[in-house]
């Protein structure tokens, strides 16, 4: 990619930063060289590592701040302290200085910093969280992942068309397959909500794409591009594939480790064994979206390595560049007429997420 966009990064989030964030970013600027980052932060920590990486050094805007947000800062917190990097990265996009924002600090204090300084896209009700995860016929995409706990028809619809265009903007897709995830495959399982909820997406633009229930079976499976789901479903969904796949690498290692002829078969495996850990490496994986704000939001997960921060970098230039939230209002104007009856149909929330 050789756009001419700007980032702003928050350079004190995350547990090893800044020295994992220049780092990331020093990769970052190898992969897109037109790029620029404005990056907020405490100069007198981050000035001598961006002397020491001289490609991100050379891309950088450092902008000082005094305050960095904690791990265990309450978001409401959060919101009071306005010279945070976190707060100060945000201001930037929803003041034009940049097109999207990058952090790897305080998961909450992201999303509820996101929602009040950037406000949603028209027509969006409520962001989501969405992810890629590995499956049997290649990566699926993921939300919500938890900034929803409770959601409605409109919510669910909402979610599958942005799921759609990040599937088509980050996996490259021209046409992925959507599907709702339920307690079973046939029509009558599940509540209200989510049957009304099929119904809608049937009869939209996105209906050649919509499978239909798909199980927590299906998400590893990759029975379908996209798994569409409320965030106390997907988070329960996401950590449980994250402890599976923990558990699979202590037992593999539990096995290669248990006798003379285990360790002989792991020498002969072993390429087939470094393919396979390349393939499930959750640094691919890494950069969390919230789509559906004025605004790209990526999340990094807090413990990653610099690999890993430059791939949510990535993703953040990829939903730039292929101009996602444009793409995100084309598709709510496509499915709006389709909509109505069976939104106004459906039970509010029982209370805000």
Same mark, same amino acid.
């Given at each position: ?28 600027? *190898? ?10 932060? $405490? +100069? ?52 034009? +200085? ?92 599940? $509540? ?10 049937? +009869? ?10 798909? *199980? ?97 970098? $990535?993703?953040?230039? $990829? ?6 939230? *444009? ?27």
């Amino acid at each position: 990619m050789s756009a001419a966009y700007t980032l702003s990064v928050d350079g004190m989030g995350g547990d090893f930063a800044p020295d994992v964030v220049v780092a990331g970013l020093e990769i970052a600027a *190898e992969r897109h060289p037109a790029a620029r980052f404005l990056v907020l932060g $405490d +100069e007198a920590r981050l000035a001598p590592l961006l002397a020491a990486h001289k490609r991100a050094g050379a891309a950088v805007t450092l902008r000082h701040t005094p305050d960095a947000i904690g791990n265990e800062m309450k978001p409401t917190a959060a919101l009071r302290l306005r010279t945070s990097s976190m707060r100060m990265a945000i201001d930037a996009v929803a003041g034009g +200085e940049a097109e999207g924002v990058v952090s790897a600090g305080n998961t909450g204090a992201l999303l509820t910093l996101s929602k009040i300084v950037m406000k949603t896209l028209p027509g969006i009700d409520r962001p989501a969280m969405a992810a890629i995860a590995p499956s049997g016929r290649g990566d699926v995409v993921m939300l919500d992942l938890g900034a929803n706990i409770v959601c409605d028809v409109r919510n669910l619809v909402e979610f599958a068309v942005m799921g759609d265009v990040f599937a088509r903007t980050v996996l490259g897709l021209t046409a992925p397959t959507l599907g709702l995830l339920n307690v079973g495959s046939e029509e009558l399982k599940g $509540d209200e909500r989510i049957r009304q909820a099929a119904d809608v997406l049937r +009869e939209s633009h996105l209906g050649p794409q919509f499978h239909g229930f798909v *199980e927590g079976h299906d998400i590893a499976a990759g029975t379908t591009d996209v798994i569409v789901t409320d965030g106390f479903t997907g988070n329960v969904a996401l950590k449980t594939g994250e402890g599976a796949l923990k558990l699979m690498s202590q037992m593999l290692r539990q096995v290669f480790t248990s006798s003379l002829s285990a360790k002989l078969g792991y020498l002969l495996l072993r390429p087939s064994l470094e393919r396979l850990r390349e393939w499930l490496d959750p640094r691919r994986y890494n950069g969390a979206v919230m789509l559906g704000l004025n605004g790209v939001v990526v999340k990094s997960h807090g413990g990653t390595d610099a690999e890993g921060f430059a791939h949510a970098v $990535d993703v953040a230039m $990829d939903m730039v560049v292929h101009r996602f939230n *444009e793409r995100i209002r084309e598709g709510l104007a496509r499915i709006g007429p389709a909509t109505p009856a069976a939104m106004a149909a459906a039970e509010p929330p029982v209370a805000p997420a």
